[in-house]
């Protein structure tokens, strides 16, 4: 760190007259041996105050006369370096010990100065780090750091709060909470930035245990319900069907039968319906033969009750994924399919599976008219959708222009 000394005003001024009459030291040729080895003394204290040994002091004598007066000031200098070095090195100890990251910024967002846990985190030296930008260690793809806090810091003392994502010396993402604001300097003058970096990886997993526990809730709700109408109301549709159609075939009033007949169609629609609902809440292809046959299940199934086409790349290699990584895939897909479908009016929906050693991804798309993401309102859908692909430490981008249609790209790591 850099400190700035200021001495108090007088602090090296001396006496230059003599005290009780004395006479000057200097002019007497037979004390020129006594002045030539005070001022060797004198020497050799502001040397060892130069290389940092404040605990050094010149005698001072009884007469006090004019080299009194000069080593007098040169130890009162020893001792004020002295309190400096103690204020320094407090603070520095401080500094290091903070458990978040802290940067020091010139204002064009150079980085000047770091912590000790910016290594322990991120794993740079710190001399990798000085003069390069804070921009340099966030991830491809987000804000710049450094415009943001020029746009929405004007005054000193006011806070820039914001996540971001750092790169470690790995080449792994670390999440961050950022606080950044202005140093200033003389008359309250910007003199650089102060950024305070807390990992937020440890919050990051507690909210998607939590959300982990509600999407499991939710699916444990879908499937019971699913189990319910398939085993009770359908059951029970499935025989009145089988007596209406009875009593239909031994019905002679013309009008009657009609009525019945038209009975009998109503339960062939309530039926159908009902299959459908199950079908959404809990395809049994997803569960027997995983996400893949579960998903082109799907497409066909759609393609038979919509005006619209799917186009499905992927190879017999995508890998099987865990059941709960597995649902929640389905569900989004389902669910920008659903939003395809009822908002975009597109007429083509393609679906991309592709996998890597250690991940995968899925790429959607339509041919729709598009939105603008600032200007829509995010209901349940969208949250809905990240939540669930979060909860896995994925990453789930959504890209769209009015007119030209939307773009979902799901990446998870492989957990089977």
């Known amino acids: 760190m850099f400190v700035n000394l200021r001495c108090r005003p007088g602090f090296f001024l001396m006496r230059t007259q003599p005290s009780n009459g004395c006479v000057n030291l ?43 007066a000069i080593a007098e000031s040169i130890n009162m200098v020893g001792q004020e370096l002295k309190a400096v070095t ?23 967002g150079h980085i000047i100065d770091t912590n000790r846990m910016v290594y322990d985190q991120l794993g740079y030296l710190k001399d990798a780090l000085l003069g390069i930008k804070v921009d340099e260690l966030s991830s491809d793809g987000q804000d710049s750091i450094t415009e943001d806090i020029l ?42 930035i102060l950024i305070i970096a807390k990992d937020r990886t440890r919050q990051i997993e507690n909210e998607n245990r939590v959300i982990r526990a509600i999407i499991d809730t939710q699916e444990e709700e879908r ?11 359908g059951q029970e549709l499935a025989g009145v069907k089988f007596s209406i159609s009875s009593i239909g075939e031994r019905c002679k009033d013309t009008k009657e039968k009609i009525l019945l007949e038209k009975s009998d169609h109503a339960l062939d629609q309530i039926i159908s319906d009902m299959r459908d609902i199950c079908f959404n809440l809990l395809p049994k292809t997803l569960v027997e033969f995983g996400l893949l046959q579960a998903v082109k299940e799907l497409c066909r199934y759609t393609e038979l009750t919509n005006q619209v086409t799917f186009q499905l790349k992927s190879d017999d290699s995508f890998p099987n994924l865990s059941k709960e990584m597995a649902v929640d895939v389905y569900r989004v897909i389902q669910e920008f399919i659903n939003n395809s479908i009822r908002h975009s009016q597109c007429s083509v929906i393609m679906l991309e599976f592709d996998h890597g050693t250690d991940h995968v991804s899925v790429l959607l798309q339509d041919n729709g008219k598009g939105f603008i993401p600032g200007k829509i309102r995010k209901g349940m859908g969208l949250q809905n959708m990240k939540s669930r692909i979060v909860s ?23 957990t089977y």
Do not use: W
Request: some cysteine.
């Open 223 to 233: 499937q019971r319900l699913a189990r319910d109408l398939h085993d009770s109301l």
């Open 26 to 68: 200097l002019m007497k040729k037979n004390n020129l041996a006594t002045v030539d080895l005070r001022f060797k003394q004198m020497i050799n204290t502001l040397s060892a105050y130069a290389a940092g040994n404040f605990n050094c002091s010149i005698k001072i004598s009884n007469r006090y006369d004019e080299l009194d």
């Open 392 to 414: 896995h430490t994925g990453e789930i981008i959504i890209r769209s222009s009015e007119g030209r249609g939307t773009k979902l790209k799901i990446t998870l790591p492989i």
């Open 86 to 108: 103690i204020s320094r090195n407090y603070f520095n100890n401080i500094f290091h010990s903070v458990s978040d990251m802290i940067f020091v910024l010139d204002k064009s």
């Open 151 to 192: 746009r929405d810091l004007k005054q000193p003392g006011e806070k820039l709060h914001k996540d971001y994502y750092f790169k470690t010396s790995a080449g792994n993402q670390l999440p961050v909470h950022i606080s950044a604001s202005y140093l200033t300097g003389d008359h309250g003058k910007k003199s650089g």
